[in-house]
């Protein structure tokens, strides 16, 4: 079955890194785009980015231009956001989720909870 | 900045219908924004209901549909049920990046 594990949260100071992953199992993953989504407390769920099947294309809400970074691995299956100069408006539950091409979205992972606080 | 719409709040009674909304400030809402519609329950992660404009996913239960509803997409819950109280989003696809809708909560009175 589809799997999607998302980890690396935790509580990190403003204007340190972190390194989300998302190990994917149950699926070819290299055939599918993926993204991130996150939803800070009590908020909406806001779209950040999206990585292609292979790489060779990603894009990124304004909001985190500049600021993260999407990456894949498909040999070891995962994915990976890369979030720099953190703030505390970064404090949210951060979701990997699977498109099948067409931007058909099926397959969410349980979330982690980044923390930016001093 | 792309803003898309959703009503905050609407309440059904158990067995009725209603419908969601989702609007784009950039205009009409068409099959090219590959509407997708998500369910989420406090606590859970969102699962998807709905994917380019009306397509279900094998999970999605039937009473679920969804449409084009003149400028906006359009979730429709006919024959609510006591579950389907949950916050619902939409998402419209512009060309790279996606933008989510505020959401809807969703009451069941």
């Known amino acids: 079955q589809v799997q999607l594990v998302e980890s690396g949260g935790g509580v990190v100071q403003p204007g340190r890194s972190l390194r989300l992953s998302c190990a994917a199992s149950?699926?070819?993953?290299?055939?599918?785009?993926m993204h991130w989504v996150r939803q800070a407390p009590g908020k909406g769920l806001e779209w950040l980015a999206v990585?292609?099947?292979?790489?060779?294309?990603?894009y990124y809400a304004d909001s985190v231009k500049g600021q993260f970074t999407i990456s894949r691995d498909n040999l070891k299956n995962t994915l990976y956001l890369q979030m720099n100069s953190l703030r505390a408006d970064d404090t949210a539950v951060y979701y990997c989720?699977?498109?099948?091409?067409?931007?058909?979205?099926?397959?969410w992972g349980q979330g982690t909870l980044v923390t930016v606080s001093s | 900045q792309t803003v898309v719409a959703q009503e905050p709040s609407l309440t059904v009674s158990p067995g009725g219908t209603v419908t969601l909304t989702c609007a784009s400030t950039?205009?009409?809402?068409?099959?090219?924004?590959?509407p997708n519609w998500f369910q989420q329950k406090p606590g859970q992660a969102p699962t998807a209901l709905i994917y380019r404009t009306t397509y279900k996913h094998s999970w999605t239960p039937a009473r679920f549909s969804g449409s084009l509803l003149g400028d906006k997409a359009a979730l429709t819950l006919s024959g609510a049920q006591p579950e389907d109280e949950a916050e619902y989003y939409c998402l419209l696809y512009f060309g790279g990046p996606g933008v989510f809708g505020g959401g809807t909560k969703l009451t069941v009175l």
């Open positions: 950039t205009g009409a809402v068409t099959s090219n924004h590959y």
């Open positions: 149950g699926f070819t993953f290299r055939t599918y785009a």
């Open positions: 989720a699977r498109e099948e091409s067409g931007w058909l979205f099926d397959y």
């Open positions: 990585i292609w099947f292979d790489g060779s294309k990603s």
